[in-house]
């Protein structure tokens, strides 16, 4: 079985963008990617740690209406 591991936020942004999100958009203080009416800052870290990152994955899980497994993160293609 597969663990999560920390990950570069380019990679991130990467993912999002197979999951269908769109950006990343700039804020007033943030950038944020958005998803159909629904928004989400994106941190300006260089990378995220395993808890900062499965953090994340819960609010993108939140918005996309569906538990997002750890190989279903690994297997979503980095073009």
Known sequence: ???WTPCKRRDFVRRLHQL?????LFGTRHQFMIYRKHRMAIPSNLEYSVPQLRMLIQEVEGI???KITVNEWTSLKLK
């Open 1 to 3: 079985m597969s663990r």
């Open 20 to 24: 269908g999100f769109d950006g990343p």
């Open 64 to 66: 996309i209406g569906h």
